[in-house]
């Protein structure tokens, strides 16, 4: 009856057709304006040609109440994924080294999943094409499902599909679509890949000694990467500027600052400056695109370099200093002091030393009009949370995970796909991340209480469809959501979770209640 009296109060009306409702992108990041969006009427078979990737949306209704199976079939994907109300029950698994071998899905999917109250549930396919195939070969997926532990796999009727999502599901995908876009460090896996989104180009910057021994990539966390070290500066909210220094490994003995400004045209001014640094040392960059998406890095000269996605626009970088080409690679002497690579042609050490100090100094300028006398400590906040800032596309949205060094993505098929979501630790991120960028916060907020089990609970860790099955945290969730919803007062985010936070209450009192006297038992079931 708790749910049914607040979901009534909390309920929008949503008005749309039967049906699925496909959307079509000439890119391969499932970004800006589909090419094509129509309605299907069944999901026995979906194939569309040429096209970079393809999304699949809307609510499911399921007719009763119990566990129910999927059954999923992918051709030509370099990526795929389904959700059901956030959780993943089918995946083409090609973020996995051996996603040819069946047993290594065990315990990716939540496949059955339970639904116990709740019958409208939120849809979405994530299809990426496989961009080696050709054009007119056909990316195709299928779904049935199984209902309430039948052994009798059969089509999801038309009944069941409804075009829109919720007015709260509909909010969510705006505002994580909307994040995922700008230069920043959203690899988990090294800060040294500086990438930009949505076409998902790297942009990496090495630093190498003379006998070519490189620190090829790192993170914050001593003893970890090449054993670099890693003094990590400020991070704005908005990504506007960023500072970072590195380098002093086992066989680089130099270090250097890294910092960066980004304008909202995605133009990107970078200053490398040597702090101490043997003769002969240089800065080695490279190019590609992430998560297996497509596009063409060319080396056009030692000083200029192209990137364009599948479906995205061309766009040149600019290199000022001593160059040379060695292969993949553009080695830039340090010997004659700081160096710049720029997306605008005429950036010289002398200008983007003055633009990154406009940037840093605008950045501080809000914190000290917002923060008042505690700039200072927003400012610290506010790094330690966006220097945790990832995306992965294993998950709707960006994300702060607790440490990008940690990762539970077992037997990745590359580091692009390294991360992790540790339960109440990325819920405090939310506070901290939206205490200077609120959508930044709502999305890890959001993909954090979507990661929850079958059983209903959030896990201590989930990645890549991998959760712990068995343990919990203090659920913490409605009290982080009772702080955001105090500060920014946004309605939708409480109707998009509510029934998560819900199902996380319930699991605790119909499984972790303790006899005589009935106090909550937190951890784990196998101690």
């Known amino acids: 009856m708790l749910r049914f009296a607040i979901a009534t109060l909390l309920a929008s009306t949503v008005t749309a057709d039967n049906g699925l409702t496909v959307s079509m992108y000439e890119n391969g990041a499932l970004s800006g304006t589909p090419s094509k969006t129509y309605t299907i009427t069944s999901l026995d078979k979906v194939s ?21 199976n999927f059954t999923c079939e992918f051709a030509q994907t370099s990526l795929a994924m389904v959700w059901v109300d956030g959780h993943e029950v089918c995946t083409d698994a090609k973020y996995l080294e051996n996603w040819r071998n069946p047993s290594q899905l065990r315990g990716v999917m939540d496949n059955p999943i339970m639904v116990r109250e709740k019958k409208d549930l939120a849809f979405r396919v994530h299809l990426y094409r496989n961009s080696s195939i050709p054009a007119s070969t056909a990316t195709t997926f299928s779904m049935k499902w199984s209902l309430n532990g039948s052994s009798s796999i059969t089509s999801i009727p038309l009944s069941a599909m409804t075009t829109e999502m919720s007015p709260s599901e509909q909010e969510r995908e705006a505002l994580q679509k909307e994040v995922q876009r700008g230069w920043g ?30 620190i090829t990539d790192t993170r914050i966390e ?29 066989t680089v003995s130099g270090n250097v600052s890294v910092e960066y400004t980004s304008t909202e045209t995605n133009d990107l001014t970078m200053l490398i400056t040597p702090q101490t640094v043997e003769q002969g040392h240089k800065i080695r960059i490279a190019g590609r695109f992430a998560w297996w998406r497509s596009g063409e890095y060319t080396i056009v000269s030692g000083n200029e370099v192209t990137f364009q996605g599948t479906g995205f626009d061309k766009f040149t970088m600019y290199i000022q200093g ?35 100090t406009a940037a840093h100094e605008t950045r501080m300028n809000y914190l000290r009009t917002t923060f008042k006398d505690r700039a200072e400590v927003a400012l610290a906040i506010e790094a330690s949370a966006m220097w945790n800032l990832v995306y992965v596309p294993l998950e709707n949205g960006p994300l702060f995970p607790v440490s990008r060094s940690w990762n539970f993505v077992h037997d990745a098929a590359t580091t692009d796909f390294d991360y992790v979501i540790f339960d109440w ?92 006297l009935n106090l909550v038992c937190l951890g784990s079931y196998n101690v």
């Open 425 to 516: 630790d990325n819920l405090f991120a939310s506070l901290l991340g939206a205490l200077t960028n609120k959508k930044l916060g709502y999305s890890n907020f959001i993909q954090t209480m979507k990661s929850k089990t079958s059983d209903g609970f959030v896990p201590n860790y989930e990645a890549g469809g991998m959760k712990e099955e068995d343990r919990t945290e203090p659920p913490v969730g409605a009290k982080v959501l009772e702080e955001l919803y105090n500060r920014y007062g946004d309605k939708w985010l409480v109707e998009l979770v509510f029934d998560d936070l819900l199902d996380w209450q319930a699991f605790f009192l119909r499984e972790r209640l303790l006899e005589p």
């Open 322 to 356: 001593n160059t040379t080409i060695n292969g993949n690679f553009i080695d830039i002497s340090l010997d004659n002091g700081p160096i710049t690579i720029s997306t605008l042609k005429s950036t010289t050490v002398q200008s983007a030393r003055s633009d990154l």
């Open 48 to 68: 569309e040609s040429g096209v970079g990737s393809i999304s699949i949306t809307g609510t499911l209704t399921f007719p009763i109440l119990g566990w129910h």
């Open 222 to 250: 001593l003893d970890r990467g090449n054993d670099c070290y890693v003094r990590v500066g400020m991070y704005a909210g908005d990504q506007s500027y960023t500072q970072f220094y590195f380098g002093q490994s086992k």
């Open 185 to 214: 460090n959203w690899n988990q896996h090294s800060i040294l890949d500086i990438v930009k989104l949505p076409d998902s180009a790297v942009l990496t910057t090495m630093l190498c000694n003379k006998n070519d021994d490189c």
